[in-house]
C-alpha cells in the first residue's frame, strides 16, 4: 500500500526567499508524481505532474524533482511571495488511484 | 485548462437528513469521477470511484449505502450523504478524468463541499 509523507508540515518564510518541500513515497511503481495547491476551504489546483520516466518538471517559479529510486520529490519555489501561502500538497499515482500527503502548509511574510 | 464545477460550496444541515452534492465537469466529458473527502489536518482520502453508467467503486471502508454516488452522465455525478450525524462533518472534493480515469494527466478537480453536520 503507497504512503505518501511530507515534511516539513508546515513552514514559514519571508517574502523572496526561495524554498523546498519534501516529499516521499513507499512505493517506487507510481507512473507518476503530481503537486498540487490547496487554498484554504477550496478544491485542489494542479500545478506540477512529473512522469516516472522524468526527473523533473518546471512552471514558471515552481521546480518539481522525482527520484524513484529513493521515493522523493521535491518542489521547489524560487523568489517565494505571499501570494504562494497555500498547502501544498504531493501525491504518488497508482494506475487508477492517488494517494496524497497530508500537505504542507506555507507561509510567506511580507 | 479543464473546468469541474461542484457545489454547493458548504453545506450546515441537522442530523439525520440527506445531503445532495454535485459535480460537474463543463468542458469535457468525464468518463471517470473520484469523490474524496478530507478531515482536518488529514491527507485526502478517496472515498469512491465512479465510471459514467456503472455502480460507483467504493474504497474499503466506506459506506456504499451511506454515501450515494450517481454518475449518469458524462457531465454529472452526484454524491449523497444519507442520513448525515456530525462525524461525516468533512470537506468532500470531486475529481474528473476524461480519460478512463487513469492517472497519466492531471487529474482536474471541483472547488469542494465544507459539510457540516449539527
Known amino acids: 500500500k503507497q504512503e505518501v509523507t511530507q515534511i516539513p508540515a508546515a513552514l514559514s518564510v519571508p517574502e523572496g526567499e526561495n524554498l523546498v518541500l519534501n516529499c516521499s513515497f513507499t512505493d517506487s511503481a507510481i507512473y507518476n508524481l503530481q503537486w498540487f495547491r490547496q487554498d484554504p476551504g477550496k478544491g485542489l489546483t494542479s500545478l506540477l505532474l512529473?512522469?516516472?520516466?522524468?526527473r523533473e518538471q518546471t512552471s514558471g517559479r515552481l521546480n518539481a524533482s522525482l527520484d524513484k529510486s529513493s521515493g522523493r520529490s521535491t518542489l521547489y519555489i524560487a523568489a517565494s511571495q505571499p501570494g504562494d501561502s497555500a498547502t501544498y500538497l504531493c501525491?504518488?499515482?497508482?494506475?487508477?488511484?492517488?494517494?496524497f500527503g497530508k500537505g504542507t502548509k506555507l507561509s510567506v511574510i511580507p | 485548462g479543464a473546468v469541474v464545477s461542484q457545489h454547493p460550496s458548504w453545506v450546515i444541515c441537522k442530523s439525520g437528513t440527506s445531503v445532495k452534492i454535485e459535480c460537474r465537469s463543463l468542458d469535457f466529458q468525464a468518463t471517470t469521477m473520484f469523490w474524496y473527502r478530507q478531515f482536518p489536518k488529514q491527507s485526502l482520502m478517496l472515498m469512491a470511484t465512479s465510471n459514467e453508467g456503472s455502480k460507483a467503486t467504493y474504497e474499503q471502508g466506506v459506506e456504499k449505502d451511506k454515501f450515494l454516488i450517481n454518475h449518469a452522465s458524462l457531465t454529472l455525478s452526484t454524491l449523497t450523504v444519507t442520513s448525515a450525524h456530525p462525524e461525516d462533518s468533512s470537506f468532500y472534493i470531486c475529481?474528473?478524468?476524461?480519460?478512463?480515469?487513469?492517472?497519466?494527466?492531471?487529474?482536474?478537480f471541483g472547488s469542494g463541499t465544507q459539510l457540516s453536520v449539527l
Open positions: 475529481s474528473a478524468s476524461g480519460r478512463g480515469g487513469q492517472t497519466n494527466e492531471k487529474l482536474f
Open positions: 512529473i512522469q516516472s520516466s522524468q
Open positions: 501525491a504518488g499515482a497508482g494506475s487508477y488511484q492517488l494517494t
